[in-house]
């Protein structure tokens, strides 16, 4: 008797909200000395925290359903609450080093490059390391990340010169491989998207009861509609 798996067609509507920084706010912030909500940034930092979620201008929160992802007004994520609700703060220490709430004196560093930015704990704490590739036109094309001693990998496409990918592409070692395609239909005034269809299907490894390994298998198309809310500084 083999493994079976009960499919079905997944429609859902996703929201989320984007907040900015507008230009006058931060001229008036810095001729005042205020320091609240902001971070130091390093000159010369290639690739900034709203880089690595494909944010154009200067981005203050996003807001999707449960999720929530805020930045100070350098770019740099401070606080992000995942769909499960957990939610993890970032204590900057020096333009290019972290905390991590959760992970005690743990100190992530950034280091970047030519088209390449890896967050590294300074321990042993895999689970804190990330590394982003970008390409020419600094368009976010590959993230790995460790999530439960799992090493995942996301590459994305563009069209042409689109600055949103069209697909991405999600390894995973235990859950297969999802691939993620995008149709986007609303923008806001920084072009950032605010509304976007999504389908996908997942290849994976089927195991009868015995776990012989059978093959390969896929799931079912599936589509839902995101939604997400800006809000700039």
Known sequence: MSATFL???????????????????????????????????????????????????????????????????SGNLVYCKNSFGKET????????????????EAVVHIKTADGLRSDIDS???????????FDSQKRLIKHVYCSQMAVVTCTYQYKGE????????????EEGVT??????THFDKCNNWTERKVSYTTEYDEY?????YVGKNHTLPREYTEKRSIEYW
């Open 89 to 104: 703060t970032y204590e900057y220490l020096t333009p290019t080093s972290y905390h991590v709430s959760g992970w005690g």
């Open 123 to 133: 321990d042993t704490n895999t689970e804190l390391n990330q590394e982003y590739t």
């Open 7 to 73: 499919l079905c067609t997944l429609s859902l509507v996703v929201n989320r909200t984007i907040q900015y920084y507008d230009e006058q706010t931060v001229e008036n912030g810095a001729s005042s000395g205020e320091e609240a909500d902001e971070l130091p940034t390093e000159e010369g930092l290639l690739y900034k925290g709203t880089d690595t979620y494909g944010l154009s201008g200067q981005v203050k929160t996003v807001t999707k359903e449960q999720e929530a992802l805020r930045f100070d007004r």
């Open 162 to 173: 689109d600055r949103h990918p069209s697909m991405m592409v999600e390894q995973h070692p």
């Open 208 to 212: 009868d009861d015995d776990m012989n």
């Open 179 to 184: 691939t993620y395609h995008y149709t986007y």
